[in-house]
T-cell receptor, first 111, second 112 residues
Framework: KAGVTQTPRYLIKTRGQQVTLSCSPI?????VSWYQQTPGQGLQFLFE???????NKGNFPGRFSGRQFSNSRSEMNVSTLELGDSALYLC??????????FGPGTRLLVL | DAKTTQPTSMDCAEGRAANLPCNHS???????VYWYRQIHSQGPQYIIHGLKNNETNEMASLIITEDRKSSTLILPHATLRDTAVYYC?????????????FGQGTELSVKP
């Protein structure tokens, strides 16, 4: 079975721009979660989608949003980028929400 | 906040067993112990999980104390490729959905 895929793998943006990241879960997995990883804050949960509905949300500002499509693929969007949004963004999928399988991540650099 | 305490770093000789401890003194009866690892700049990788019985799979063994307040992840024959940050996480099996709360983890260095 193919693993979780994320695109793009690397991205450079400037402050004030917006960005959309994509995640394709493992086939059959309906839960997709997003995480942000920075050197200072570590791995932090952003939100989770299950069957196209947001089920869990972390403590991030409204500039961070996401959605899930009927095929379980998910996108996350960050509007009005700030320098502090530079991070590794990880997506994880799960069949039962208990065990998460992570993708390789998208490394975002905001200049 | 993470509900676990792990040493910041550990070293292990290649070929020897790596024993990574985790304290979770406030664990609830319905919470499982999960272990993930993250090799540099990659996504975290699921290793193993357990409730109260010892568990073993092809990657590792998980030993949970009888009072469930601590556990140990054992990599029986560590290789250089096991160098990574290891995260111990406690969570309910389903009630929390897909949310994982990561602590700082243990940075394991396997040395030749």
């Amino acid at each position: 079975k193919a693993g979780v895929t994320q695109t793009p793998r690397y991205l450079i943006k400037t402050r004030g721009q917006q960005v959309t990241l994509s995640c394709s879960p493992i086939s059959g997995h309906r839960s997709v979660s997003w995480y942000q990883q920075t050197p200072g804050q570590g791995l932090q949960f952003l939100f989770e989608y299950f069957s196209e509905t947001q089920r869990n949300k972390g403590n991030f500002p409204g500039r961070f949003s996401g959605r899930q499509f009927s095929n379980s693929r998910s996108e996350m969007n960050v509007s009005t980028l700030e320098l502090g949004d530079s991070a590794l963004y990880l997506c994880a999928s799960s069949l039962d929400s208990a065990t998460q399988y992570f993708g390789p991540g998208t490394r975002l650099l905001v200049l | 906040d993470a509900k676990t305490t792990q040493p910041t770093s550990m070293d292990c000789a290649e070929g020897r067993a790596a024993n990574l401890p985790c304290n979770h003194s406030t664990i609830s009866g319905n919470e499982y112990v999960y272990w993930y690892r993250q090799i540099h700049s990659q996504g975290p990788q699921y290793i193993i999980h357990g409730l109260k019985n010892n568990e073993t799979n092809e990657m590792a063994s998980l030993i949970i104390t009888e009072d469930r307040k601590s556990s140990t992840l054992i990599l029986p024959h560590a290789t250089l490729r096991d160098t990574a940050v290891y995260y111990c996480i406690v969570r309910p099996l389903y009630n929390q959905g897909g949310k994982l709360i990561f602590g700082q983890g243990t940075e394991l260095s396997v040395k030749p």
